[in-house]
């Protein structure tokens, strides 16, 4: 069980346009959703976090404004990259997680992210 | 500051044991956990502690004192296959994830 899918899992794009990121718990509901930015050899980096039919969360220095985030169902969370620049191209990262707080923190399989 | 310390690399020899440390402060402790990274992909997860001791799962064991802020993974019978990074986690008060920066393995023949 604990099964988290992100959708594209690869994209490139054209400097100034958007891009909108999928990340679906299949086989539970997930109150809580996480989206992690990780460039090449760093660690996670929390950008938001969001809980089902409520505003995102966001870390300090995360633009809300250019990083749309929607969780508008218990297992669909997205988020969107509004005009994106080639400094944006990482490896986008979703967790999912039970709405009991001490729960596991399961991954999707991550969309890489590349800005021309 | 919350942080979250481990080492950046480590090599070991197939079918060795290996021990990654953890060393946490952070605001709270609700849980430690360790996942797996292999290059390119996103985390798995491994293990999680709350409670003083050590559990083991197959052929990893993980390890935590509360008192000292430590935690260790411990894999046995290395197989090339975990060559990966490792990344210790911790839940703080507001069970938010404060992440290490991970622990690159390599693992040689």
């Known amino acids: 069980g604990a099964v988290v899918s992100q959708h594209p899992s690869r994209v490139i794009c054209k400097s100034g346009t958007s891009v909108k990121i999928e990340c679906r718990s299949l086989?539970?509901?997930?109150?809580?959703m996480f989206w992690y930015r990780q460039f090449p050899k760093q660690s996670l980096m929390l950008m938001a976090t969001?809980?089902?039919?409520?505003?995102?969360?966001?870390e300090q220095g995360v633009e809300k404004d250019k990083f749309l985030i929607n969780h508008a169902s218990l297992t669909l969370s997205t988020l969107t990259v509004t005009s994106a620049h080639p400094e944006d191209s990482s490896f986008y990262i979703c967790?999912?997680?039970?709405?009991?707080?001490?729960?596991?923190?399961?991954f999707g399989p991550g969309t890489r992210l590349l800005v021309l | 500051g919350q942080n979250i310390d481990q080492p950046t690399e480590m090599t070991a020899t197939e079918g060795a044991i290996v021990q990654i440390n953890c060393t946490y402060q952070?605001?709270?402790?609700?849980?430690l956990f360790w996942y797996q990274q292999h290059a390119g992909e996103a985390p798995t997860f491994l293990s999680y502690?709350?409670l003083d001791g050590l559990e083991e799962k197959g052929r990893f064991s993980s390890f935590l004192s509360r008192s000292k802020g430590y935690s260790y993974l411990l894999l046995k019978e290395l197989q090339m296959k975990d060559s990966a990074s490792y990344l210790c986690?911790?839940?703080?008060?507001?069970?938010?994830?404060?992440w290490g920066a991970g622990t690159k393995l390599i693992i040689k023949p």
């Open positions: 967790s999912a997680r039970t709405g009991r707080e001490y729960e596991t923190q399961y």
């Open positions: 086989d539970f509901q997930a109150t809580t």
């Open positions: 969001s809980n089902e039919g409520s505003k995102a969360t966001y």
């Open positions: 952070t605001s709270g402790f609700n849980g």
């Open positions: 502690n709350v």
């Open positions: 986690a911790v839940s703080n008060s507001n069970y938010q994830l404060i």
